[in-house]
């Protein structure tokens, strides 16, 4: 599997063969709502529960809310997907795991996109003060105006 790190999609999965082989490479019983949802959150980077509750109840209409929500918490605690929740915002959920990339959000209309580290490989893990924690991940979240809600006078140049 090759990740995408511009788009923040995983390049080469697009059929349920694949979602399948994914969910027993992590020892998760292959079910249609499991399929289904990972196929969502690969389809709509950075997608609330609302969203992808949508997408896949075109496949399955009567799944339930509480069944996304469950497959989505057994996805992320196994790795498949990675849950991300920037302040004043609800859950979103991403493919793209194990890089710890990081994102920008839009303050006006809540857009969210991916951003790699700045420099080589996860800079950011050498925290300051480290608290006695061992350290295995950082997020950084960039907070800004995206192109459509920024004023005409901060696209131009000074």
Same mark, same amino acid.
């Given at each position: 599997?090759?990740? &995408?790190?511009?788009?923040?999609?995983?390049?080469? @999965?697009?059929?349920?063969?694949?979602?399948? +082989?994914?969910?027993?490479?992590?020892?998760? +019983?292959?079910?249609?709502?499991?399929? $289904?949802? =990972?196929?969502?959150?690969?389809?709509?980077?950075?997608?609330?529960?609302? &969203?992808?509750?949508?997408?896949? /109840?075109?496949? =399955?209409?009567?799944?339930?809310?509480?069944?996304?929500?469950?497959?989505? /918490? $057994?996805?992320? @605690?196994?790795?498949? @997907?990675? +849950? !991300?929740?920037?302040?004043?915002? @609800?859950?979103?959920?991403?493919?793209?795991?194990?890089?710890?990339?990081?994102?920008?959000?839009? +303050?006006?209309?809540?857009? !969210?996109?991916?951003?790699?580290? &700045?420099?080589?490989?996860?800079?950011?893990?050498?925290? &300051?003060?480290?608290?006695?924690?061992?350290?295995?991940? $950082?997020?950084?979240?960039?907070?800004?105006?995206?192109?459509?809600?920024?004023?005409?006078?901060?696209?131009?140049?000074?």
């Amino acid at each position: 599997m090759i990740s &995408s790190r511009k788009s923040g999609r995983v390049a080469g @999965v697009t059929t349920t063969a694949d979602y399948e +082989r994914m969910l027993r490479e992590v020892a998760l +019983r292959v079910t249609r709502p499991r399929v $289904a949802v =990972l196929s969502a959150v690969h389809d709509n980077a950075h997608a609330d529960t609302d &969203s992808i509750i949508g997408q896949v /109840r075109n496949d =399955l209409p009567k799944v339930s809310h509480q069944a996304v929500y469950d497959v989505l /918490r $057994a996805l992320t @605690v196994a790795g498949l @997907v990675r +849950r !991300i929740q920037p302040m004043g915002s @609800v859950a979103r959920y991403e493919a793209r795991v194990g890089d710890n990339h990081h994102h920008v959000v839009c +303050r006006s209309c809540g857009e !969210i996109h991916d951003v790699d580290c &700045s420099v080589g490989s996860a800079p950011c893990l050498e925290a &300051s003060d480290t608290h006695g924690f061992v350290i295995d991940e $950082a997020e950084v979240i960039y907070w800004g105006l995206c192109a459509h809600c920024a004023p005409e006078s901060a696209e131009e140049p000074h």
